[in-house]
């Protein structure tokens, strides 16, 4: 049974930080991509932050320079720190793989989601 745990979703006043971090648990015997999206109301998921399993990341244009996405293998697990956080920011935050290898074999997986809400 894998799943993607998240934590470190909260509110926040614009201009301040936050950490999310995502660990895969369950028999894993490796995980590829691992990532951020996020989804407002009524709006479209989006992708913020995804990282290769040798550390090469990728950002969406509207986070480059704020947010950093890093990931330690030894742990299954994905941060995404969040800086100078601006209201559009505000969502939900869903971690991401695209390939989790276990003995019931290799799928995508989603985490359920940790609210982000930034004040102005």
């Known amino acids: 049974q894998v799943q993607l745990v998240e934590s470190g979703g909260g509110l926040v006043q614009a201009g301040g930080s936050l950490r999310l971090s995502c660990a895969a648990s369950?028999?894993?015997?490796?995980?590829?991509?691992m990532g951020w999206y996020r989804q407002a109301p009524g709006k479209q998921r989006d992708l913020v932050a995804m990282?290769?399993?040798?550390?090469?990341?990728t950002y969406a244009d509207s986070v480059k320079g704020r947010f950093t996405i890093s990931r330690d293998n030894d742990k299954n697990t994905v941060y995404l720190q969040m800086d100078s956080l601006k209201p559009e920011d505000t969502a939900v935050y869903y971690c991401h793989s695209d390939h989790i290898w276990s003995r019931a074999g290799t799928r995508p997986y989603w985490g359920q989601g940790t609210q982000v809400t930034v004040s102005g």
């Open positions: 369950g028999i894993i015997i490796a995980v590829n991509k």
């Open positions: 990282i290769t399993h040798d550390g090469i990341p």
